[in-house]
């Protein structure tokens, strides 16, 4: 009993294996042919279906090297063109009628198909170039063409193979009919197969049986192009060759596509149509010359197509319209130009009652007489971060120059990747901002460096016997910058008529320093209750030294976290950019897909929040 099993078993299987394998080889099929009329990195494949359907982009799958190819295109009909190339020697005088009719059968058959129609005897002759003008192809193919001497075969195909080569076609056939050998051609038989082979256009020929004729030299163009011959052994045979011809020819479509292969590189081309037996497979090398290069648009280009230069186009014109009506209804004097010119000439009564009213109100405003420099509007702020700095710029022209960078950053990265990556140009408005409170920062610390010792060249001219505003003008003339000007500007506001507490009041906020403030604090008890200010001094600079070896101090013991915050800031940029040199291709799903994308904001976020949080964790105020 097991053995009758093990037989019924094995009988079943081998059945179906056979049956398998019998509805694999009734299956529908299709070849795959290099078209030939497309440059790298543009490729085109004609496919030979072994049953005439309807094919679709979405029914067909490419591959190269394994990876599929997107932006596949599917043409039925105006991708491969055929030249009819006919005979018109006086040895087609019996057969020229039927050979004609047979061109019309045929073309009627492919309306869609571009058509090309050349003759030749002793020299070719283009009776029609390619078209899909059906008026135009049945006025060339209504009569027959003037007979002459000679058979210049090989001429005429190279003159068919120019018509291939000048249209804008994926593939190019021709169908050859003759009835004779060549006699005469300057163009070698050798030469005419090597360049048709090598351009990929495939040739048909067709023999009409005559005492002279002889196949061999159309039997074997047709084997080196991948065409096919065929003997009419009548003049009636001619039209169901030239129907059979327009059967096989109608089942082909063309293949599009681009390459991303890198130049000088084997490609294995996979590809598989929906319905039909399992993938053919075809290869090719890319080119290795400059040519061979997959396109890409200049940068030029991209930043002229691009849908930001419009809009900053727009914003500029408003921009300048709006700072040009700005500045001419600007009817007050420029401010920052009067300070200047304050130090070097004399100012009348109403310039000096608005520059008292000026720093009063700075000094005022909220409605408190001591507010900090972090309490000043943004203008303010910026103005004096502008001073400081040694940038002559107004705020208002640097907000101007900020948003113009801003979007023409956006523009370069929009262009350059994508619009997703043109959100990035939000950096820039920081980055300058950033770069400015530096700067004046470094101004700041510089004048707090500084302080203790002008405030000893303050007290040594007070014990000298000099005013406390006389002293101030020592300090002006012994200091360095930024201190001279500051001094220079606090001695300027008390000649004016400006209390010196309070002008050294507002000099402590512009320079954010907790020390001057102890300096105008002890101007303001000298004002109200008199006593020896040197001696006053003395004690606030001991403070003031005491503190910054406190300030040294902490700076010393926090170096560590401060130089882990920027450690673990750059790491994941640094990686970024090894990743990068190592294997691009590796990170490419990271920049050109949305997922990766909004992972890569996110993770920027975070960076930031973190370097951020260390920041204010090692930035320790005494």
């Given at each position: 009993?097991?053995?009758?099993?093990?037989?019924?078993?094995?009988?079943?299987?081998?059945?179906?294996?056979?049956?398998?394998?019998?509805?694999?080889?009734?299956?529908?099929?299709?070849?795959?042919?290099?078209?030939?009329?497309?440059?790298?990195?543009?490729?085109?494949?004609?496919?030979?279906?072994?049953?005439?359907?309807?094919?679709?982009?979405?029914?067909?799958?490419?591959?190269?090297?394994?990876?599929?190819?997107?932006?596949?295109?599917?043409?039925?009909?105006?991708?491969?063109?055929?030249?009819?190339?006919?005979?018109?020697?006086?040895?087609?005088?019996?057969?020229?009628?039927?050979?004609?009719?047979?061109?019309?059968?045929?073309?009627?058959?492919?309306?869609?198909?571009?058509?090309?129609?050349?003759?030749?005897?002793?020299?070719?002759?283009?009776?029609?170039?390619?078209?899909?003008?059906?008026?135009?192809?049945?006025?060339?193919?209504?009569?027959?063409?003037?007979?002459?001497?000679?058979?210049?075969?090989?001429?005429?195909?190279?003159?068919?193979?120019?018509?291939?080569?000048?249209?804008?076609?994926?593939?190019?056939?021709?169908?050859?009919?003759?009835?004779?050998?060549?006699?005469?051609?300057?163009?070698?038989?050798?030469?005419?197969?090597?360049?048709?082979?090598?351009?990929?256009?495939?040739?048909?020929?067709?023999?009409?049986?005559?005492?002279?004729?002889?196949?061999?030299?159309?039997?074997?163009?047709?084997?080196?192009?991948?065409?096919?011959?065929?003997?009419?052994?009548?003049?009636?045979?001619?039209?169901?060759?030239?129907?059979?011809?327009?059967?096989?020819?109608?089942?082909?479509?063309?293949?599009?596509?681009?390459?991303?292969?890198?130049?000088?590189?084997?490609?294995?081309?996979?590809?598989?149509?929906?319905?039909?037996?399992?993938?053919?497979?075809?290869?090719?090398?890319?080119?290795?010359?400059?040519?061979?290069?997959?396109?890409?648009?200049?940068?030029?280009?991209?930043?002229?197509?691009?849908?930001?230069?419009?809009?900053?186009?727009?914003?500029?014109?408003?921009?300048?319209?709006?700072?040009?009506?700005?500045?001419?209804?600007?009817?007050?004097?420029?401010?920052?130009?009067?300070?200047?010119?304050?130090?070097?000439?004399?100012?009348?009564?109403?310039?000096?009652?608005?520059?008292?009213?000026?720093?009063?109100?700075?000094?005022?405003?909220?409605?408190?007489?001591?507010?900090?420099?972090?309490?000043?509007?943004?203008?303010?702020?910026?103005?004096?971060?502008?001073?400081?700095?040694?940038?002559?710029?107004?705020?208002?022209?640097?907000?101007?120059?900020?948003?113009?960078?801003?979007?023409?950053?956006?523009?370069?990265?929009?262009?350059?990747?994508?619009?997703?990556?043109?959100?990035?140009?939000?950096?820039?408005?920081?980055?300058?901002?950033?770069?400015?409170?530096?700067?004046?920062?470094?101004?700041?610390?510089?004048?707090?460096?500084?302080?203790?010792?002008?405030?000893?060249?303050?007290?040594?001219?007070?014990?000298?016997?000099?005013?406390?505003?006389?002293?101030?003008?020592?300090?002006?003339?012994?200091?360095?910058?930024?201190?001279?000007?500051?001094?220079?500007?606090?001695?300027?506001?008390?000649?004016?008529?400006?209390?010196?507490?309070?002008?050294?009041?507002?000099?402590?906020?512009?320079?954010?320093?907790?020390?001057?403030?102890?300096?105008?604090?002890?101007?303001?008890?000298?004002?109200?209750?008199?006593?020896?200010?040197?001696?006053?001094?003395?004690?606030?600079?001991?403070?003031?030294?005491?503190?910054?070896?406190?300030?040294?101090?902490?700076?010393?013991?926090?170096?560590?976290?401060?130089?882990?915050?920027?450690?673990?800031?750059?790491?994941?940029?640094?990686?970024?950019?090894?990743?990068?040199?190592?294997?691009?291709?590796?990170?490419?799903?990271?920049?050109?897909?949305?997922?990766?994308?909004?992972?890569?904001?996110?993770a920027t976020i975070m960076v930031v929040i973190g370097s951020l949080v260390i920041d204010k964790i090692v930035k320790i105020k005494v």
């Open positions: 009993m097991r053995l009758r099993g093990a037989v019924f078993a094995a009988l079943l299987i081998v059945a179906s294996i056979a049956t398998g394998s019998a509805l694999s080889a009734t299956a529908p099929g299709f070849t795959v042919i290099e078209g030939g009329g497309a440059l790298f990195p543009d490729r085109a494949y004609v496919v030979v279906l072994d049953q005439k359907r309807p094919v679709t982009s979405a029914g067909v799958r490419v591959s190269e090297n394994g990876q599929p190819v997107s932006g596949v295109t599917v043409d039925a009909g105006g991708g491969v063109g055929t030249v009819l190339l006919i005979d018109a020697s006086n040895s087609m005088k019996p057969s020229i009628d039927e050979a004609m009719a047979a061109a019309r059968q045929f073309a009627a058959r492919n309306p869609d198909t571009p058509l090309s129609v050349v003759t030749f005897n002793s020299k070719p002759r283009v009776v029609l170039p390619f078209t899909t003008d059906k008026k135009a192809i049945a006025q060339a193919l209504a009569t027959s063409p003037p007979l002459a001497e000679g058979t210049k075969i090989w001429d005429a195909l190279s003159a068919s193979q120019a018509q291939v080569r000048g249209a804008a076609l994926g593939a190019g056939r021709i169908i050859l009919l003759s009835d004779g050998d060549d006699v005469g051609s300057t163009i070698s038989k050798e030469t005419a197969t090597e360049t048709l082979a090598r351009e990929k256009v495939r040739v048909f020929t067709v023999g009409i049986a005559s005492p002279d004729f002889t196949p061999d030299d159309l039997e074997s163009v047709a084997d080196a192009t991948g065409g096919s011959y065929a003997l009419a052994s009548s003049r009636a045979a001619l039209q169901g060759i030239y129907r059979d011809l327009g059967s096989k020819l109608s089942k082909e479509f063309l293949l599009r596509y681009r390459s991303s292969a890198e130049p000088g590189t084997d490609v294995k081309v996979a590809v598989a149509v929906t319905g039909l037996s399992g993938p053919q497979t075809i290869s090719y090398t890319t080119p290795n010359i400059g040519s061979a290069v997959p396109y890409k648009p200049r940068f030029a280009d991209r930043l002229l197509q691009s849908w930001l230069l419009m809009v900053i186009m727009v914003l500029l014109i408003v921009g300048l319209l709006v700072y040009a009506v700005s500045k001419g209804l600007e009817l007050r004097r420029n401010r920052q130009l009067r300070r200047r010119l304050s130090q070097y000439v004399s100012l009348d009564e109403a310039d000096a009652a608005a520059r008292k009213d000026e720093v009063e109100s700075l000094l005022h405003q909220g409605g408190s007489a001591r507010l900090r420099f972090s309490d000043w509007d943004w203008t303010a702020r910026m103005e004096v971060d502008l001073e400081l700095a040694n940038i002559r710029r107004t705020p208002q022209s640097v907000a101007f120059f900020t948003a113009f960078l801003t979007l023409l950053v956006a523009l370069v990265l929009g262009a350059l990747l994508s619009p997703f990556w043109a959100l990035l140009g939000l950096v820039v408005p920081f980055a300058i901002r950033g770069a400015i409170s530096r700067r004046a920062r470094k101004s700041r610390d510089a004048f707090a460096d500084q302080l203790p010792d002008n405030l000893e060249v303050l007290g040594s001219a007070l014990r000298a016997g000099h005013s406390l505003v006389g002293a101030m003008a020592v300090v002006v003339d012994e200091s360095a910058q930024p201190s001279q000007d500051e001094f220079r500007r606090i001695v300027t506001d008390e000649q004016l008529g400006i209390p010196l507490d309070e002008t050294l009041e507002l000099t402590a906020r512009r320079m954010d320093s907790q020390d001057m403030e102890q300096v105008a604090v002890v101007a303001l008890l000298q004002r109200d209750a008199g006593g020896n200010m040197a001696e006053v001094l003395d004690r606030v600079i001991e403070n003031i030294r005491a503190r910054q070896e406190i300030l040294r101090l902490v700076r010393t013991l926090t170096a560590q976290g401060r130089l882990s915050r920027w450690i673990l800031s750059l790491l994941p940029v640094f990686v970024l950019l090894i990743l990068l040199l190592i294997n691009p291709d590796h990170l490419q799903p990271l920049f050109h897909r949305l997922a990766g994308q909004i992972a890569l904001v996110i």
